[in-house]
Nanobody, 116 residues
Framework: QVQLVESGGGLVQPGGSLRLSCSASGFTFSMYGISWYRQAPGKSRELVAFISSNGGSRNYADSVKGRFTISRDNTRKLVYLQMNSLKPEDTAVYYC?????????WGQGTQVTVSS
């Protein structure tokens, strides 16, 4: 079945960096765009970044432009989110998502905490 597994979260100081990974299985990975979302406590889930199936198109939320980079490795079925210059307001659970046959598929999420 479709499975998405996030990893790479943790505690980091403001200004630091983390790289999140999303490992996919159960579908033809190279045919689908993948999104990263995040949800902070008490807030709704928001789109952070999207990458098209071949990586040729990438979009970012205004709040992360210039700091975050999304990329993918279709051979290894992985999507990455490189996060630099992290701020306390980036603290959230980060999820990857694929939309297959009109249905959303989510991973379990990985916690990112930015704090001194």
């Amino acid at each position: 079945q479709v499975q998405l597994v996030e990893s790479g979260g943790g505690l980091v100081q403001p200004g630091g960096s983390l790289r999140l990974s999303c490992s996919a299985s159960g579908f033809t990975f190279s045919m689908y765009g993948i999104s990263w979302y995040r949800q902070a406590p008490g807030k709704s889930r928001e789109l952070v970044a999207f990458i098209s199936s071949n990586g040729g198109s990438r979009n970012y939320a205004d709040s992360v432009k210039g700091r975050f980079t999304i990329s993918r490795d279709n051979t290894r079925k992985l999507v990455y989110l490189q996060m630099n210059s992290l701020k306390p307001e980036d603290t959230a659970v980060y999820y990857c998502k694929a939309v297959l046959w009109g249905r959303d598929h989510w991973g379990q999420g990985t916690q990112v905490t930015v704090s001194s």
